[in-house]
């Protein structure tokens, strides 16, 4: 990301402890970098420990400052507690979460198998779930402010064909955001959340557009109002300004960022109706090769 294209002031977060779940890569990643680059101490977390150390070690070297790499899985309740007892013990209380981490691929419904909708739905509808509340509950314990974003998508509003499990769970994080804000409004917690459109990145484009001939043209912006897919420092930009101090009475809404793709088209897989049998085939086959990849570079 070009850091000069930041909207806000150097420090505007230097009292700020935000855990990023996911930050290891893209977008995640992203907003480490910005909340850094404003003067926060930033915590990242993912499977793939090396990953998130690379990247705490590429961000620190390029401004400063403290960004913790964290290997934990979001799927398992006890590890999210061990983590966030080191943070608590070792650094402080966190101040903020980003609850970025997520699973996804294009499959036709009739194609999943339980795990294959266990395999999504455990880390973007429980998972998000079981971070939420263990920070939650420590915020509360210890009468501190608390502030949390999740990172959604277009489809809480109009659905997700050939994406159903990432569609369904996604929907349940928005109402989890809407019902603790009014919930755990009262401790002081604010809850919010963006719907981002197409911002390319490694993960997402591998899982959606696993091959650029098959038709998906969504992560090249051709089906965009505005004709181009989000640029980075766009969607940092609207993190810091929900998790920065200064607009704290933003509560309880799930912002898109998308150049008007939803309004337009949907904003989502609907074109993939086109696709026969072949192409869901080689789809599929791309699809589980970067999982495995992947795979092979978990720590925990
Ligand atoms: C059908 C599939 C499949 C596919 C995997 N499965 N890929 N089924 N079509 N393309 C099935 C497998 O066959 C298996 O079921 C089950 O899913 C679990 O597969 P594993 O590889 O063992 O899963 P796991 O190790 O738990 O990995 C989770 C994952 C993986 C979700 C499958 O993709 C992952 O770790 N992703 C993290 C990063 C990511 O997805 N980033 C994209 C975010 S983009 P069986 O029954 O065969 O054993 C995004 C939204 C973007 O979220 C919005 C754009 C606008
Ligand atoms: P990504 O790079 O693949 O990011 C997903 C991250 O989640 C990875 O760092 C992954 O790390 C982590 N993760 C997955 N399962 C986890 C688990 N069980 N425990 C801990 N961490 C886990 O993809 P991305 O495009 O940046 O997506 C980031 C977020 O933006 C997601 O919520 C996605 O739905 C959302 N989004 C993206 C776009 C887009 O256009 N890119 C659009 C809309 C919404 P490990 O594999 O190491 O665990």
Same mark, same amino acid.
């Given at each position: 990301m070009d850091t000069s294209k930041l909207m806000f002031k150097d420090g505007l977060m230097r009292n700020e402890r935000i855990l990023v779940t996911g930050?290891?890569?893209?977008l995640g990643k992203e907003m480490a970098e910005g909340f850094l680059k404003l003067g926060a101490e930033v915590h990242i977390c993912g499977r793939r420990g090396g990953v998130c150390e690379e990247t705490a070690r590429e961000l620190m070297d390029k401004h400063g400052g403290k960004v913790v790499p964290h290997a934990c899985d979001i799927r398992v309740a006890e590890a999210i507690h061990d983590m966030n007892d080191e943070i608590w013990a070792?650094? @402080?209380?966190?101040t903020g979460l980003i609850n970025n981490a997520a699973g996804n691929f294009i499959s036709r419904t009739e194609d999943l198998s339980i795990r294959g909708f266990d395999a999504i739905s455990n880390i973007v509808f429980r998972g998000t779930f079981y971070m939420t509340q263990d920070i939650g509950k420590r915020w509360i314990a210890g009468k501190t402010r608390g502030n949390v974003c999740s990172i959604l998508t277009t489809w809480v509003w109009n659905g997700g064909p050939f994406v159903v499990p990432s569609a369904m769970s996604k929907a349940a994080v928005n109402t989890m955001t809407q019902s603790l804000a009014v919930?755990? @409004?009262?401790?002081g917690l604010r809850f919010n959340a963006i719907a981002p459109g197409p911002f390319p990145t490694e993960g997402m484009s591998k899982r959606l557009?696993?091959?650029?001939?098959?038709?998906?043209?969504m992560d090249r912006g051709v089906a965009n109002p505005m004709g181009r897919v989000g640029e980075m420092h766009e969607l940092v930009n609207l993190a810091v300004l929900l998790m920065a101090p200064g607009a704290e009475y933003i509560n309880g809404q799930t912002i898109a960022i998308d150049g008007a793709m939803y309004n337009a088209s949907g904003g989502n897989f609907s074109m993939l109706t086109a696709w026969d049998d072949a192409q869901w085939a080689a789809a599929r086959a791309a699809i589980e090769a970067t999982n495995a990849q992947d795979k092979a570079k978990r720590t925990v």
């Open positions: 930050g290891g890569t893209g070792k650094h @402080g209380p966190l919930e755990w @409004g009262r401790y557009s696993p091959d650029a001939d098959m038709g998906s043209s």
